[in-house]
């Protein structure tokens, strides 16, 4: 069973930046593919970010790509996403996730999640 306990998030301005920390337990850290995904309400929780077990290793949604970026530290077993340049319509839930797999941006196939933590971009 892996835990994942994502902090944060909070309010921010339009064109400011945030950084999002999660942090990850009950397995070996570098076995596992982290991720980002984020979900408003009444819609379906959407890709951001991913990072295999080397910071080298990364995929992005298209449209974030440039915007944000995903990080790890091993030693900490803890990941990373900051973000800039942040608009309105990046307010939401940021959920952390982790699996086994690489290159799967669906929610519906990562195993395990946290609880998320609020991202509210606005002035």
């Known amino acids: 069973q892996v835990r994942l306990v994502e902090s944060g998030g909070g309010l921010v301005q339009p064109g400011g930046s945030l950084t999002l920390s999660c942090a990850a337990s009950?397995?070996?850290?570098?076995?596992?593919?982290m991720a980002w995904f984020r979900q408003v309400p009444g819609k379906e929780r959407e890709f951001v970010a991913a990072?295999?077990?080397?910071?080298?290793?990364?995929y992005y949604a298209d449209s974030l790509k440039g915007r944000f970026t995903i990080s790890r530290d091993n030693a900490k077993n803890m990941i990373y996403i900051q973000m800039s340049t942040l608009k309105p319509e990046d307010t939401a839930t940021y959920y952390c996730?982790?699996?086994?797999?690489?290159?799967?941006?669906?929610?519906?196939?990562?195993?395990?999640w946290g609880q998320g933590t609020q991202v509210t971009v606005s002035l």
């Open positions: 009950g397995r070996t850290f570098t076995d596992l593919t």
């Open positions: 996730a982790a699996d086994l797999h690489w290159g799967v941006r669906s929610a519906g196939q990562w195993k395990y």
């Open positions: 990072i295999g077990w080397a910071n080298d290793d990364t």
